[in-house]
């Protein structure tokens, strides 16, 4: 049974930083190409960045340059670090995995999904 478990969500005020963490098992996390999507209240699902298994990113333009999503495969675990938080930033944030894709910011690309942390950035 494959699972995705994401941690580090929590409350920070503007301008700080978090680190999510998501834990995979049940796959072979290294064969996956792994991405991280957010929703917002009242908000659609949208994409935020993804990695692919090679290690090649790709940001929505509203996070490049201050969003970095990482990987360790010996872990099973991807990353998110987030600095320079904005209130706008504030939604549950989910991992996801896909084994193929032809484009990284689509949802229908992606097999597995976590349940999600909340994070909430307070102005």
């Known amino acids: 049974q494959v699972q995705l478990v994401e941690s580090g969500g929590g409350l920070v005020q503007a301008g700080g930083s978090l680190r999510l963490s998501c834990a995979a098992s049940g796959l072979t996390f290294s064969a996956y190409g792994m991405g991280w999507f957010r929703q917002g209240p009242g908000k659609e699902r949208e994409w935020v960045t993804a990695i692919t298994r090679g290690g090649s990113t790709n940001y929505a333009d509203s996070v490049k340059g201050r969003f970095t999503i990482s990987r360790d495969n010996a872990k099973n675990t991807v990353f998110l670090q987030m600095n320079s938080l904005k209130p706008e930033d504030t939604a549950v944030y989910y991992c996801?995995?896909?084994?193929?894709?032809?484009?990284?910011?689509?949802?229908?690309?992606?097999?597995?999904w976590g349940q999600g942390t909340q994070v909430t950035v307070s102005s």
């Open positions: 996801a995995a896909a084994r193929f894709w032809s484009r990284p910011s689509l949802r229908d690309e992606y097999a597995y």
